[in-house]
């Protein structure tokens, strides 16, 4: 079992940047595949950003080429730099952990882009 949290969120003018960070306590965090989702309100929530065991990654169209996730896995974490932010980008976002076939989140971080 491994538990999340986040940190990072935080209110940005639109065109600016944000690095949220997600701290992994736990054992074999290597073996997790890990991710950021997002939620707006009224909104169901979606993925933005997801890392593979060996750093493959995928992101969502609206965010490609202007988010990046990474994984440090010596020190049990992952990032996501968001650069060029838009209003639309606002939402709580979440870490996620999967690995044989359960799934762990984070409680939260809230991103406000303000136009």
Same mark, same amino acid.
């Given at each position: 079992?491994?538990?999340?949290?986040? *940190?990072?969120?935080?209110?940005?003018?639109?065109?600016? &940047?944000? !690095?949220?960070?997600? @701290?992994? %306590?736990?054992?074999?965090?290597?073996?997790?595949?890990?991710?950021?989702?997002?939620?707006?309100?009224?909104?169901?929530?979606?993925?933005?950003?997801?890392? *593979?065991?060996?750093?493959?990654?995928?992101?969502?169209? &609206?965010? !490609?080429?202007?988010? @990046?996730? %990474?994984?440090?896995?010596?020190?049990?974490?992952?990032?996501?730099?968001?650069?060029?932010?838009?209003?639309?980008?606002?939402?709580?976002?979440?870490?996620?952990?999967?690995?044989?076939?359960?799934?762990?989140?984070?409680?939260?971080?809230?991103?406000?882009?303000? %136009?």
């Amino acid at each position: 079992q491994v538990r999340l949290t986040e *940190s990072g969120g935080g209110l940005v003018q639109a065109g600016g &940047s944000l !690095k949220l960070s997600c @701290a992994a %306590s736990g054992n074999f965090f290597s073996a997790y595949a890990m991710g950021w989702y997002r939620q707006a309100p009224g909104k169901q929530r979606e993925l933005v950003a997801r890392i *593979s065991t060996t750093s493959n990654t995928n992101y969502a169209d &609206s965010v !490609k080429g202007r988010f @990046a996730i %990474s994984r440090d896995n010596a020190k049990k974490m992952i990032y996501l730099q968001m650069n060029d932010l838009k209003p639309e980008d606002t939402a709580v976002y979440y870490c996620n952990g999967q690995r044989l076939g359960d799934f762990y989140w984070g409680q939260g971080t809230q991103v406000t882009v303000s %136009s």
